[in-house]
């Protein structure tokens, strides 16, 4: 098995191509899905300016196990993840984009991911968005914290009655954002299902809005 399954695989893209636009949303994908699931967001999102990147994980899965498993069991998958993450943030950036203009978006699995990438390599982000997620590591985690958001806006959104994301969870990762100095915003929608409402996405477009229009 590679130490990192995760490697040179490929990454989707909509919007404006990268280059063209000084804004960039990374969209993560699920588990069992795909690029183009989580893409499917970006007309919803009606924000055609802007340069949409997605990447693929290997097997449609970026780690085997639940988020809240312990981390070993969840390895090389998840170092590997999260180092593919890294390297596309910095290829962004090497194209001249600002992290305050690149916003991270994930949905379940990819939001899980999304919220350790983040919280492992803080920064002034354009926006961290979370739709039924939260940050990764058996009950009883402790988050080391270290680093600062510098109020970079952090959403995190998810059901009451998650099958797989736990409201616990959500309000631990909320507090570890809010300790690292984001500026939190956490939504539970009583009776939710494992998806994404009208009310989230409305959220992300105003995310965007505050980049482009300060």
């Known amino acids: 098995m590679s130490t990192s399954p ?9 919007g404006a191509p990268l280059g063209e636009s000084d804004a ?3 969209m993560v994908h699920g588990r069992n899905a795909g690029p ?5 967001l970006v007309p919803q999102l009606q924000r055609p300016a802007w340069t949409y990147l997605a990447p693929a994980a290997a097997d449609h899965t970026w780690y085997p196990h639940s988020f809240m498993a312990p981390i070993e069991q969840n390895e090389p998958w998840l170092s590997s993840a999260l180092e593919a993450l890294k390297q596309l943030v910095a290829d962004v950036a090497a194209r001249g984009i600002r992290t305050d203009r690149i916003v991270l978006l994930g949905f379940s699995q990819g939001a ?3 919220a350790e990438f983040c919280a492992r390599h803080p920064d002034r982000y354009g926006g961290v968005i ?7 590591g058996p009950p009883g985690t402790t988050w080391r914290g270290e680093g600062r958001f ?3 806006p952090v959403f995190l959104g998810c059901s009451d009655i998650d099958p797989h994301v736990p409201k616990s969870r959500v309000d631990e990762s909320a507090a570890v954002f809010v300790r690292m100095g984001a500026e939190v915003t956490e939504r539970i929608y009583p009776g939710m299902g494992h998806l994404v409402n009208d009310d989230e996405i409305a959220f992300a477009r105003g995310v965007l809005d505050r980049i482009h229009n300060p």
Do not use: K, W
Not at 36 to 40: K, S
Not at 130 to 136: A, E, I, R
């Open 130 to 136: 979370l739709f039924s997620g939260g940050l990764v």
């Open 24 to 26: 960039v949303m990374i």
């Open 150 to 152: 510098d109020r970079t």
């Open 6 to 14: 995760h490697a040179n695989q490929p990454v989707a893209a909509a």
């Open 36 to 40: 183009r699931n989580i893409l499917d």
């Open 112 to 114: 899980c991911l999304t």
